[in-house]
């Protein structure tokens, strides 16, 4: 016989490698591991920043703002903000956070802008410098018509009577800027008045501001923005300080006063349920003041309640479809991200005992059949939806007894 053949070592499957994220070495909360990385984004330190967010998501994986920064850092800028854009000359004030909420309506994006021109240090902006903005240039207000006044109307003169042939009806164009007036008819006081509001009141924010002086002090600014919020206008008074804040970059006391109307006009926002307007508003005072805790974590409770809507929508059409489990699962994880939710509550509680009616009624039917495993199984699971339930206990007691007894007896006795 020959020599036998010796079986070839099997070789052993790559394995993937298993990213390892290091142990923090302090106990910061997620609010303040957001702070820090926002702080050192700006800075352009992106693998500090990305350790905190991923530690702040570790102990809270909800944070929505976290994983916003996250994406902005891992995606390719072109796909994410397109390939089409136009320069823009920084002015003096800017930041690059400024111009993502100007350009893109989100000051977070400063990020994914940042990579978007190869900028290695955010924070080192300096007025003249030419950067990309993704999109269109916005077009620049044109100045509204103004209304023709009339004339003065000339002395009448006497005209021949017109034939028949000759008489014809005009129809005013009023689809036109301007307005015909018969020489032959002087304006009346009324319709004079008519003329004058002819251009309807505008009650915008933006409307509001600009009635304001075209150049103003800080000290102008403060006053007026004060004034706005004294009358209750207090988005006017935040547009005016969003706008004077970049030309008086020196001062103080602007972005302080804007920082705590952004936080009075977000619990506006809050008690009247305006969630996704209230986290934005929240960013804002966030870049405008990276070292505010509670905005950080009034920030993320907003998240929360956003999520906990989200879930709220499909535990419902859940219940409605009879998957009752699955739904009674989802009403959990809302009152994970929203404890004091009423609603979820009590439809929690509904679809709780509909679904220990229908095990209760499985269960007795296998312990009719004799069927004892599975129906103390079914009871089981009633005890832990409701400990309280009013039948389970004594059925699976008896089922247990019964069990025992029928083990005693033995197969074939």
Same mark, same amino acid.
């Given at each position: 016989?020959?020599?036998?053949?010796?079986?070839?070592?099997?070789?052993?499957?790559?394995?993937?490698?298993?990213?390892?994220?290091?142990?923090?070495?302090?106990?910061?909360?997620?609010?303040?591991?957001?702070?820090?990385?926002?702080?050192?984004?700006?800075?352009?330190?992106?693998?500090?920043?990305?350790?905190?967010?991923?530690?702040?998501?570790?102990?809270?994986?909800?944070?929505?703002?976290?994983?916003?920064?996250?994406?902005?850092?891992?995606?390719?800028?072109?796909?994410?903000?397109?390939?089409?854009?136009?320069?823009?000359?920084?002015?003096?004030?800017?930041?690059?956070?400024?111009?993502?909420?100007?350009?893109?309506?989100?000051?977070?994006?400063?990020?994914?802008?940042?990579?978007?021109?190869?900028?290695?240090?955010?924070?080192?902006?300096?007025?003249?410098?030419?950067?990309?903005?993704?999109?269109?240039?916005?077009?620049?207000?044109?100045?509204?018509?103004?209304?023709?006044?009339?004339?003065?109307?000339?002395?009448?003169?006497?005209?021949?009577?017109?034939?028949?042939?000759?008489?014809?009806? $005009?129809? @005013?164009?009023?689809?036109?800027? +301007?307005?015909?007036? #018969? =020489?032959?008819?002087? !304006? &009346?006081?009324? *319709?004079? /008045?008519?003329?004058?509001? $002819?251009? @309807?009141?505008?009650?915008?924010? +933006?409307?509001?501001? #600009? =009635?304001?002086?075209? !150049? &103003?002090?800080? *000290?102008? /600014?403060?006053?007026?923005?004060?004034?706005?919020?004294?009358?209750?206008?207090?988005?006017?008074?935040?547009?005016?300080?969003?706008?004077?804040?970049?030309?008086?970059?020196?001062?103080?006391?602007?972005?302080?006063?804007?920082?705590?109307?952004?936080?009075?006009?977000?619990?506006?926002?809050?008690?009247?349920?305006?969630?996704?307007?209230?986290?934005?508003?929240?960013?804002?005072?966030?870049?405008?003041?990276?070292?505010?805790?509670?905005?950080?974590?009034?920030?993320?409770?907003?998240?929360?309640?956003?999520?906990?809507?989200?879930?709220?929508?499909?535990?419902?059409?859940?219940?409605?479809?009879?998957?009752?489990?699955?739904?009674?699962?989802?009403?959990?994880?809302?009152?994970?991200?929203?404890?004091?939710?009423?609603?979820?509550?009590?439809?929690?509680?509904?679809?709780?005992?509909?679904?220990?009616?229908?095990?209760?009624?499985?269960?007795?039917?296998?312990?009719?059949?004799?069927?004892?495993?599975?129906?103390?199984?079914?009871?089981?699971?009633?005890?832990?939806?409701?400990?309280?339930?009013?039948?389970?206990?004594?059925?699976?007691?008896?089922?247990?007894?019964?069990?025992?007894?029928?083990?005693?007896?033995?197969?074939?006795?």
């Amino acid at each position: 016989m020959g020599p036998q053949q010796q079986p070839e070592p099997v070789q052993a499957e790559p394995q993937e490698e298993v990213e390892t994220i290091s142990i923090p070495p302090d106990s910061l909360s997620p609010s303040q591991r957001v702070r820090q990385a926002l702080q050192q984004l700006e800075q352009g330190d992106y693998e500090n920043a990305r350790l905190q967010l991923t530690w702040a998501l570790q102990e809270k994986p909800t944070l929505q703002i976290a994983t916003n920064l996250l994406e902005q850092m891992d995606a390719n800028p072109i796909d994410y903000l397109g390939m089409k854009s136009f320069f823009y000359d920084v002015e003096q004030g800017d930041s690059l956070s400024i111009i993502a909420k100007k350009f893109l309506n989100d000051p977070l994006k400063f990020v994914i802008l940042a990579r978007y021109n190869k900028l290695e240090n955010p924070s080192k902006l300096a007025p003249g410098q030419r950067i990309r903005v993704p999109g269109v240039m916005p077009e620049r207000k044109k100045p509204k018509p103004k209304i023709a006044q009339p004339e003065p109307a000339p002395v009448a003169q006497e005209t021949p009577e017109p034939t028949p042939d000759e008489e014809t009806t $005009e129809t @005013p164009d009023l689809m036109t800027d +301007e307005v015909q007036i #018969e =020489e032959s008819s002087p !304006a &009346m006081p009324e *319709e004079q /008045a008519l003329l004058e509001s $002819e251009e @309807p009141l505008q009650t915008s924010v +933006e409307q509001a501001v #600009e =009635e304001q002086p075209a !150049a &103003m002090t800080a *000290e102008e /600014a403060l006053s007026t923005a004060m004034g706005l919020h004294a009358e209750g206008n207090l988005s006017a008074a935040i547009y005016l300080l969003e706008n004077e804040i970049s030309q008086h970059p020196n001062a103080q006391e602007l972005p302080k006063l804007l920082a705590g109307y952004y936080n009075e006009h977000a619990d506006q926002l809050i008690n009247r349920g305006d969630l996704d307007n209230a986290r934005t508003i929240l960013e804002k005072l966030i870049i405008l003041d990276s070292s505010d805790d509670a905005a950080i974590n009034k920030l993320i409770q907003v998240e929360d309640k956003i999520e906990a809507q989200k879930l709220m929508r499909a535990a419902q059409d859940q219940q409605t479809a009879g998957n009752l489990e699955e739904a009674y699962q989802t009403y959990t994880q809302v009152l994970t991200y929203d404890p004091e939710n009423s609603a979820a509550s009590a439809s929690q509680l509904s679809v709780r005992d509909q679904l220990t009616d229908s095990y209760h009624r499985r269960a007795m039917q296998l312990f009719r059949k004799q069927e004892l495993d599975d129906a103390i199984a079914f009871w089981n699971k009633i005890l832990a939806l409701n400990p309280n339930h009013t039948l389970a206990p004594g059925y699976k007691a008896r089922a247990l007894e019964m069990k025992q007894q029928l083990q005693k007896i033995g197969p074939g006795e």
